[in-house]
């Protein structure tokens, strides 16, 4: 009986592990990709998800993985050599930063007591909070911020953010 419960254990802390993995992220991989993975990998790699590759034959654009219905990340290739991944977009909220936790379901109070924020800075639609010496950069969306800076592109300082501010999108960039 000990032996079937310990076993039983084991297995359960087995799975939770390699599924932990599969949606963890550090400034070197994400889920099954590292920085070194080639472009024309991620089909091997997640041969049992959907991959769509946007692109000419010769060259790609972006691909996007897809578990069911659900897009898993994009991807884009590095400007200086197109074979590499460049940035990769996180769009699964099961995928967390090891570590800290942060996944697309955090908020920026939580960036913040996490990370050292470099700088906010605001584009049309939303603002892109860059992480010091990280290669993650977060968004939010402007329609969040106070009116005061809701419409102006000077750099934003952190307190004029509001803590509970959700991401909106979330980046790895190895460029």
């Known amino acids: ?24 992220i550090t400034e070197d991989s994400i889920g099954l990709i590292s920085k070194s993975t080639l472009l ?31 897009l898993l990340f994009s991807l884009s290739p590095k400007t200086e050599n197109p074979e590499q991944i460049g940035t990769v977009k996180v769009e699964d909220p099961r995928f967390k930063i090891k570590g800290s936790g942060i996944s697309l379901s955090s908020t920026f109070q939580e960036i913040q007591s996490e990370m050292e924020i470099d700088k906010i800075i605001p584009t049309a639609m939303s603002a892109s909070i860059f ?45």
């Open 40 to 70: 024309s990998e991620i089909e091997n790699l997640y041969a049992q998800d959907s991959v769509v590759v946007d692109g000419a034959s010769n060259s790609i654009d972006k691909i996007e993985v897809y578990r069911g219905q659900n």
């Open 131 to 175: 992480i010091k010496n990280s290669p993650f950069l977060f968004a939010i969306d402007k329609s969040n911020l106070p009116e005061s800076i809701k419409y102006g592109f000077d750099p934003i300082e952190k307190t004029q953010v509001t803590e509970s501010t959700p991401i909106k999108y979330f980046f790895i960039s190895w460029e």
């Open 1 to 24: 009986m000990k032996r079937i419960v310990f076993i039983g254990v084991l297995m359960a802390i087995i799975s939770s592990c390699s599924s932990n993995k599969e949606f963890e």
